[in-house]
């Protein structure tokens, strides 16, 4: 590795204050600090030494991902890799013009998105609407709000949400059949079927509309249409519990959003306000838990720790919140999926939530004198 | 409505700079404190109507004779208005030059009459001209409320058309009706037409403002 530092070292004084190119000194750092750890030590005490800190948080975030693009690269083709690549490239460049405009570095942060935009897209989406809709999310979602840390809303799903507002039909018309046998369609480059078909592939929940319900182990192994790393039940478990065990993801979101989303459904089927194709009172249940985007929304979207609250009762109610509105629009509007949605009201009250249990504190401090 | 009318009061007081010439008065109402984009007066009808570049202009249009209009008679008439109901006194002059532009819309252009519905009406109530009339002509002699009406007319005018005009290339490819972005290349951004679309629009052209215009603005208040 030393002929690589060589390299960095003699290469930084054209970035550095006075040098021609000083300009891209963000763009520099980034790529110098993605390589190797920054050199400057910190000049006042304390000196905390962990070997976790935000490079690393986000790497653990982005190892857990794996599984799911894995799945995704077995169950709808190579498409994928452009996908993340166009993901990568467009944000960043909105990334690295703020951070040149303000003169900051580039933010590790936009790594996890940058991976996760991807997932929750439908694999056969066009590759310019990936960019778009990433460039949008990173812009509006984040830099208008100050950049990492600062952000309201989680980029992805704004980046998500504008998509599916702007271009609808483009969106449903997006789903590809998902691969099976040996390889997949880990040796071809499937796309959409093209619009002239008439013929458009339905992920599970817009088939459960209709009254049909696949079985509950394709949604567990993954072979079902539906975003691109959304589909495999079982992988995204696997990376979300790594998640939790680095304590990267709270349990509390995770929890507040599964239970509430059980039980509401339990009490509706209960109730008899829904009826689903298959009979019982649990499976209905365990299925509606596997299908679409509740499993990665609520492991990897809702525990962003930016956009999610500080506290813990807060992050209990949050996730009750993203759960229960998950529920509701399911089964009650037009739309079959309401993950996206869910979150990004989650976001909205995460930090009025903050505040009400941090003033319910005081004033209970207060009394007790 | 009353709120912004309060508003207003207050923000009238702080800006004594409108007494000066009508040049000042102008480049105040059209640029430095823009009624829509430095303001953010006005929003309902500047996100309700702006979906297509022609309704925007219609409704700039009928912003800048009412504007005009009232300030007119509400700088002639403010010697004898009693002061405690100027009030009223301003929205029956307001709303008559509202009607007159509504009927002359539905007498001339029935289909842009159609299309901007109840906008046209429901400028009677627009904090734009209300705070003029309350601000400015109530204080000012005929000659110069006009100028200052046609200021902020024009001023909330070009910001609609600018909002106007990007939300209708981006939403449907086409300026006008005609066809400007090809459909072969061009996905319309059908979010642009729908409210949360004239949202972002209304921000950017804020943003766009303040940052021609300098971080200034905000240090006067």
Known sequence: MKWLL??????????????????????????????????????????????????????????????????????FGLRIIPMIIVSYACGLAVEAAFAIVRKEGINEGFFVTGILFPMILPPGIPLWMVGVGVAFGVLIGKELFGGTGRNIFNPALVGRCFLALAYPAKMSASWIEAGGGLTGRLLEYATAPAATDAVTVATPLSEAKGGQMCSIWHLLFGNVS???????????????????????????????????????????????????????LVSPIIWHVFAGGLLFGAFFMATDPVTS????????????????????????????????FAILLGNIVAPILDEAVIAIRIRRLRSEG | MADNQQMMCGS???????????????????????????????????????????NSLV??????????????????????????????????????????????LKAFYVEMSDQLGPYVGLIITNCIVMGRAEAFALQNPPMLSIVDGLANGLGYAVALAIIGF????????????????????????????????????LGMVIAAFNAVKGPEAEEKK
């Not at chain 2, 209708?168 to 037409?193: C, D, F, R, S």
């Open chain 2, 166 to 201: 990007f939300r209708e290339l981006l939403g449907t490819g086409e300026i006008l009706g005609h066809e400007v972005l090809k459909e072969a290349w061009y996905t319309p951004n059908q979010l642009m037409i729908l409210a949360p679309g004239a949202f972002f629009a």
């Open chain 1, 6 to 75: 060589k390299i960095v070292d003699a290469v930084r004084p054209t970035f550095e204050e006075g040098g021609k190119l000083h300009v891209f000194n963000p763009v520099f750092g980034a790529l110098e600090h993605f390589l190797f750890a920054p050199g400057t030590r910190t000049l006042g005490a304390p000196h905390i030494r962990d070997p976790i800190d935000l490079k690393r948080f986000m790497s653990m975030a982005i190892i857990s991902v794996v599984p799911c693009v894995f799945a995704a690269l077995y169950f």
């Open chain 1, 226 to 280: 539906g975003s691109a790393g959304e589909t495999s039940a079982i992988l995204i478990i696997l990376g979300g519990v790594f998640l939790l065990f680095t304590r990267v993801a709270n349990w509390r979101t995770v929890a507040g959003i599964l239970l509430s989303f059980v039980i509401l459904t339990g009490a509706l089927i209960q109730g008899g306000a829904v009826s689903y194709s298959i009979d019982g």
């Open chain 2, 12 to 54: 009238c007081g702080s800006s004594g700079l409108c007494g000066g010439k009508g040049l000042v008065t102008l480049k105040e109402g059209a640029w430095t404190n823009n009624p829509l984009a430095i303001q953010v007066l006005g929003i309902c009808s500047a996100l309700a109507v702006t979906n297509r570049l022609a």
């Open chain 1, 309 to 340: 609250p500080t506290s813990n009762i807060g992050k209990w109610i949050y996730g009750i919140i993203i759960g229960s509105t998950t529920v509701l629009i399911r089964n009650f509007t037009g739309y079959v999926e309401g993950v996206t």
């Open chain 2, 59 to 104: 409704m700039g249009a009928a912003l800048i004779f009412v504007c005009v209009g009232s300030n007119l008679i509400v700088s002639l008439l403010r010697k004898y208005t009693p002061h405690r109901i100027r009030m009223v006194a301003e929205v029956a002059i307001i709303a008559t030059f509202v009607i007159l532009f509504d009927q002359f």
